[in-house]
């Protein structure tokens, strides 16, 4: 299987609150899951990534969670600032071209 | 730095015109190039991506084809554009790592 499930589609969170996007997968082979950030008129860009031997990975207010038994990972947003309202997208890759995104999720942190 | 162009930047064509869509990359050397293509409020379709000169891999049959005369440059075209082929369309860039670098984007819109 080679989808990468992402939920919710959409999220509003309020200023100061946290921002959490989970995205699930069927291929073990997977192993480089990135997120990615993209602004309405712009390209996406890398905001932050992990690789399966890690839990946890951090990066200023955006924090990564893996769960390889489970086959899901999240993106945690903490102290969400309205200048982080945008679409994430989630995902895999296994190591050839081929890179498998989720649908997206829409983002709105609200003042 | 590497630096990726694309152009034009917006484009407005009737039913059944041709299309070209340039795209550059400047500040390396042999980048895995990609087209993709974003439908309003979706996520990202794959639709080509280049290894080489001349080295072309299509992941979805329609009406698009790419092309890529130079090292650091990938252009898209059609013959005869249809309605379904209006969206953002994307150009990437990828050497090594599996990180994409997105271009700022051609948002066409097929009347």
């Known amino acids: 299987q080679q989808q990468v499930k992402q939920s919710p589609q959409s999220l509003i969170v309020q200023k100061g609150g946290i921002s959490i996007i989970n995205c699930a997968y069927e291929?073990?082979?997977?192993?480089?899951f990135p997120w990615y950030q993209q602004f309405p008129g712009k390209g996406p860009a890398l905001l932050i990534a992990?690789?399966?031997d890690v839990s946890e990975k951090k990066e200023g207010r955006f924090t990564i969670s893996f769960n390889k038994s489970a086959k899901q990972f999240s993106l945690h947003i903490m102290d969400s600032q309205p200048g982080d309202s945008a679409t994430y997208f989630c995902?895999?890759?296994?190591?050839?071209?081929?890179?498998?995104w989720g649908a997206g999720t829409k983002l709105i942190i609200k003042p | 730095s590497q630096t990726i162009h694309q152009w034009p930047a917006t484009l407005v064509q009737p039913v059944g015109s041709p299309l070209s869509l340039e795209c550059t990359v400047e500040?390396?050397?042999?980048?895995?190039l990609y087209w993709y293509r974003q439908a309003a409020g979706r996520g990202l379709q794959l639709l080509f991506y280049?290894?080489?000169?001349?080295?072309i891999s299509s992941e979805v049959p329609q009406n698009l084809s790419a092309s890529r005369p130079q090292d650091r440059q990938f252009i898209l075209s059609s013959k005869k554009l249809l309605l379904s082929d209006s969206g953002f369309y994307l150009c990437?860039?990828?050497?090594?790592?599996?990180?994409?670098?997105f271009g700022p984007g051609t948002r066409l819109t097929v009347l």
């Open positions: 995902a895999a890759s296994s190591g050839n071209y081929q890179l498998i």
């Open positions: 291929n073990t082979a997977f192993d480089y």
């Open positions: 992990i690789r399966p």
């Open positions: 990437a860039w990828s050497v090594l790592r599996r990180e994409r670098f």
């Open positions: 500040g390396t050397s042999n980048p895995n």
């Open positions: 280049s290894v080489g000169i001349g080295q």
